[in-house]
C-alpha cells in the first residue's frame, strides 16, 4: 500500500497560541505536570506555606496559594508570556541555574491549554491584582493576602483530543498527590496542605527532615532508616536509606534530589543499587531519600522539559562518590548498629593477661589467609559435663551463669570460656566498665533443630540462622582479605592465548577506543580491530574462566553510561560469595554454647551482618513485651 503523499504547504511562521499549545505537549502532560510546575515557582518565590487544593483529580481545577514575595501588578501580565522569567537572564545564568524553573514557558503553556487567573499581592502594596487568561488580560485590582494564588481550569478545555488521553479522575489525582509528597520530602522548611474535592487530604507542618520524611513515607520506613551524611570536595551526599531488611517489591519508595530537584537519573539510580547489592534479596528495591548538593555549574538540569533528567559534568565522580558513600551506611547494618552502642572492643581489650594471641587452626586458611571458621575453646556445657547434667543442677547453674554473665558484663570466666579474639567474649576486666549494650546480640542459650540459635539479650530473645550469619562473616573476611593482598598492587591479569573477537555496533567499537585507560585498569585490553569488530586480547586473572565476549559487552556498557565499571567487583563478590556459602557452618551441625557465642561475638564485629550475602536476614529479635502479648501476661 501505498502512503499518502502530503500536500504541499509554503514554509510559515505559527501563530503564538499554536507555538504555546505544541510547548504545552511537552510541559504539560497531565494535570501532576501543572501541580509540580506551580509549585516550583511557589518554592522559588520564597514560599513558607503552600495550599494545593484540586478538583476531580485537577482536571476540573487545580488552585496552588503561596505565601511568597508574590508578582508586581507591572510583571503580572509577563508571567503569562512565552519565555519570560526573572530567574535568568544570560548564559551564564542559565549555566549556573539554582532555582527550581527557569525556562519561563511553564505559565504560559498552562495558559494555552486552560482557563488561568493569577491573583497577588506583594509586600509592598495596598492589596491584590489578578490577570485572567493570558498576557493580553487585564490587569485589576482584588483581594488577597500577600503571596500569589494561581487557578487552573478546565485543563484541556480546548484541545479535547489531548483530555481523551487522560486517566480516571483517582489515577490522575494519585499522580498530583505523589507530585506533592515528592516536593514536601524534599521542603521541610515549607509547610504544605493537601485537599480534593474539598476535603483535606494530606497537611505537614513545617519539621525537621527525619519527621517529615517519616510523615510521608509512614513509620516503617522511619523504624528501618539509617541517616547518611558524607561529603567530599563540591559534593554532599545527606539523607536517609532504608535497612535491606525493609526493601519493597516495587521501586516506589526512592527519592533522590540533586540540589533540590527530584531526579530520575539512571546513574544515581545504578549507583545506589550497586551499593545494595551485596543486602539486598532478589528482585527487591530498597527505599531511601537523598539529596545531592553539588554547584550548578557541575550539573546541566536543562536536558529534559519537565527537568525530570539531569547530566552531569564529570558522571564518574559522582557515581562513585553516592555509591561509596551509601555503601559506607550499608556498612553499618549489624547488631552494634541498632542503638547507641559503643566501639566495638578490640582483641586487645578482651585477651586475658598471659593469653596468647588466637591462631586459626592449619585447616582453616585460604589462599588469601581469611579465617574460615572461628577456633572454640572445650566447651563447660557439652553433653556429659556438670553444667548439662540435670541431676548436678545444670540448669540452675546455667541461668545463674548467664545471670552473671549479664551483670557483670561478660567478665565470668568459668561461664563463659574464650572462644576467640576474633570473637570478642570479653573475660577479664577491661579499661572501660563494659555494659549490656556491649552484647547487642546477648548469649546464646540453646540450638533448635540445627538450624537456628536461641540466645538471650537485655531486650529479650533472638533467632540466628547460624549458616547465613557465618556465611556473611567469612564473606567479608574474603574480602577484606584480597583487598588488603591488591592494595597497592596492579591489576593481575592474564593475556588470553588466541584473542576472543566478536561482532560489535559503532558505540561499543567507539567506547573501546576512547576508553582505553579505564580500560586497561580494570584489566581488559579491548581493542577495535575494524568499524564492526573488537578483540579481547587480556582479561582480569580473577575472571579468567569467565566468557570473555559477555564480560566485554557488560564492561563497554558500564564504561559507556557510568565512565566505569563494576563489573569485576560484581563477579569477584559472587565467587567470594559462593565459596562463603560452601564454607559457611550447614545445617544439622552441633554447636556448643561457646561456639554459638562466639558466632554472636563475631556477627556483632562484621559489617553487613543483618543480611547474609543474598540478601536475607541473619538475626530477629523478639522482645519480651512481643512474647508477653503471646501468652497474654498482664492482660
Known sequence: MNAPVPTYRPIQ??????????????????????????????????????????????????????????????????????????????LTDLENVSTLGFRGEALASIASVAAVRITSRTPGSPHAYEIVGSHLGAVAPSSGAFGTTIDVQDLYFNTPARRKFL????????????????????????????????????????????????????????????ELDQAAGPLRLHGYVGLPTASKARADGQFFYVNGRFVRDKLLVHAVRAAYQDVLHGDRFPSYVLSLDLDPALVDVNVHPSKIEVRFRDSRAVHQFVFHAVQRALAQTSATAHGSVPAPITAAEVRPSGAPAWQPRPHEQTSFGAQLAPSFSPSPFA?????????????????????????????????????????????????????????????ALAQLHGIYILAQNTKGLVLVDMHAAHERILYEQLKNALDAQVQGQEMQVQSLLIPVTFYADAIEVATATDHQDTLKALGFDIAALSPTTVAVRTVPTLLKNADAQTLARDVLRDVREFGGSRVLIERRNELLGTLACHTAVRANRILSVPEMNALLRQMESTERADQCNHGRPTWVQLEISALDKLFLRGQ
Open 13 to 90: 511562521q505559527l501563530p503564538d497560541q499554536l507555538i504555546s499549545q505544541i510547548a504545552a505537549g511537552e510541559v504539560v502532560e497531565r494535570p501532576s505536570a501543572v501541580v509540580k510546575e506551580l509549585l516550583e515557582n511557589a518554592l522559588d518565590a520564597g514560599s513558607t506555606q503552600i495550599t494545593v487544593r484540586l478538583e476531580e483529580g485537577g482536571v476540573k481545577r487545580i488552585a496552588i496559594t503561596d505565601n511568597g514575595r508574590g508578582i508586581p501588578p507591572e510583571e503580572l501580565p509577563l508571567a503569562l508570556s512565552r519565555h519570560a522569567t526573572s530567574k535568568i537572564a544570560s
Open 167 to 226: 486517566k480516571s479522575e483517582q489515577t490522575e489525582y494519585g499522580h498530583c498527590a505523589e507530585v506533592v509528597r515528592r516536593i514536601a520530602l524534599a521542603r521541610p522548611d515549607v509547610s504544605f496542605s493537601l485537599t480534593h474535592n474539598g476535603r483535606t487530604i494530606d497537611h505537614w507542618n513545617v519539621s525537621e527532615a527525619a519527621r517529615r520524611s517519616a510523615q510521608i513515607l509512614g513509620t516503617d520506613f522511619a523504624e528501618a532508616r539509617l
Open 383 to 443: 553433653p556429659g559435663s556438670r553444667w548439662d547434667d540435670p541431676q548436678q543442677g545444670g540448669v540452675a547453674q546455667r541461668t545463674a551463669a548467664y545471670g552473671a554473665l549479664f551483670a557483670s558484663g561478660g567478665s565470668d570466666q568459668a561461664a563463659a570460656p574464650a572462644p576467640s579474639a576474633a570473637a570478642a567474649v570479653p573475660l577479664a576486666a577491661s579499661d572501660r566498665p563494659l555494659s549490656n549494650d556491649d552484647f547487642p546480640l546477648g548469649f
